[in-house]
Structure formats: C-alpha cells, structure tokens
T-cell receptor
Framework: QQQVKQSPQSLIVQKGGISIINCAYE??????FPWYQQFPGKGPALLIA?????SEKKEGRFTISFNKSAKQFSLHIMDSQPGDSATYFC??????????FGIGTKLQVIP | NAGVTQTPKFQVLKTGQSMTLQCAQD?????MSWYRQDPGMGLRLIHY???????DQGEVPNGYNVSRSTTEDFPLRLLSAAPSQTSVYFC????????????FGSGTQLSVL
C-alpha cells in the first residue's frame, strides 16, 4: 500500500514561473511533512517541512500548503529558476516512525 | 564534522556474490536507515534502526541484512546479489524523535551483472 502519492512525475516550467508539486497521504497519524531536494549524483537534502498545526509555511521562494482534512500537501516554487532544476520528494513521518517518500518529481526550469 | 559517509561510491558485482555497503555518521544520531532509489519508484526503505542493537524492516527488506552494534555504524549486507538489486543506495540518519530532519550520504551506485 502506497502511503504517499506524489504527482506529477515530471514537470517543465519556464523561468520565472510557478512550480507546483502535490502529495496525498493516507495515515492520519503522520505529523511531519517534509520536502527534499536532490541534485544529480547527490543525496537528497531537506528543503522545507511543515507540521499539521499550520496550513502554510514559507521559506524564501518555497512554500508548503497543507490541507489536513483532504490529507494533501503541496510544494510551490515561486519565480522558478534554472538552478531549481532537480528531483523533489515529499515524505511523511511521525515521531520514531519510519520516513516514507513519494516517487519523486523531476523538475526542469527552462530559460 | 563529516556527516553521513558511505563507501564505496561505485560497485560492480556478479550474480551470487555478497558484499557490505558501509555507512557511518559522526553526529551521534540514534536513527539510521537505508533506502534504495530506482527510476519511477522513488526512495524505498530497506531497513532502519532506532538505536544500537535495534533494527527493523522497511518496505523492501528481502535479500538484505543489517546490524547496529554501535551508534555510528549501520552496514547493509547483500547476501547473494541479484540483478534486481542494481540500484543507488542511500544511507540516512536523524537525531531522534524530536528532530525529524534526515541527513543523507552521497550514495552507492551498485550494478549486479
């Protein structure tokens, strides 16, 4: 059973545009919802994360929107830049629970 | 402070061979885990550990063994390599229940012929 469903699998955005990646989860026991960014040949690195007590968290050009009732959360990248081209993973976890990842979204920002 | 260190970076095996992927962290993290990354499959959890002497299975544990004799090290053993185990393997650690940020190593690219 897939605990977190991520879409789309690939995304092409023009420079300056908004990139949006979505994730949906099943288990309401999760209480930590991070997004990881991975560049080719590197390990993933934490980009931004949210807990379910807030509906939105913003860090620079990156924003997480969280909808607890719909069990969905999304990553918005404003003013997308070519340097943002990477693979993005959403994940779910809680306390000492294992961390489960989505299948990833390969983002390409074209000039 | 090196973070999470994985060795080797690349490895080619023949079907049936065994090997150990090494993972070490110098952050005194209690939680350590192994993932494999395959195209279109994302990061799938193989095994994880919440402290020395404690391990548990993830989503795809078959064909892999782990042990955790120290806080710092969490090796992953392939008992009898199969072509289906061709993948990129990542080790990751985190502080514990209160700090859920995962720190990843740089990965091991494994090919089984």
């Amino acid at each position: 059973q897939q605990q977190v469903k991520q879409s789309p699998q690939s995304l092409i955005v023009q420079k300056g545009g908004i990139s949006i990646i979505n994730c949906a989860y099943e288990n309401t026991a999760f209480d930590y919802f991070p997004w990881y960014q991975q560049f080719p040949g590197k390990g993933p690195a934490l980009l931004i994360a949210i807990r379910p007590d807030v509906s939105e968290k913003k860090e620079g050009r990156f924003t997480i929107s969280f909808n607890k009732s719909a069990k969905q959360f999304s990553l918005h990248i404003m003013d997308s830049q070519p340097g943002d081209s990477a693979t993005y993973f959403c994940a779910v976890s809680g306390g000492y629970q294992k961390v489960t990842f989505g299948i990833g979204t390969k983002l390409q920002v074209i000039p | 402070n090196a973070g999470v260190t994985q060795t080797p970076k690349f490895q080619v095996l023949k079907t049936g061979q065994s090997m150990t992927l090494q993972c070490a962290q110098d952050m005194n993290h209690e939680y350590m885990s192994w993932y494999r990354q395959d195209p279109g499959m994302g990061l799938r959890l193989i095994h994880y550990s919440v402290g020395a002497g404690i391990t548990d299975q993830g989503e795809v544990p078959n064909g892999y063994n782990v042990s955790r004799s120290t806080t710092e090290d969490f090796p992953l053993r392939l008992l009898s390599a199969a072509p289906s185990q061709t993948s990129v393997y990542f080790c990751a650690s985190r502080d514990g229940a209160t700090n859920e940020k995962l720190f990843f190593g740089s990965g091991t690219q494994l090919s089984v012929l």
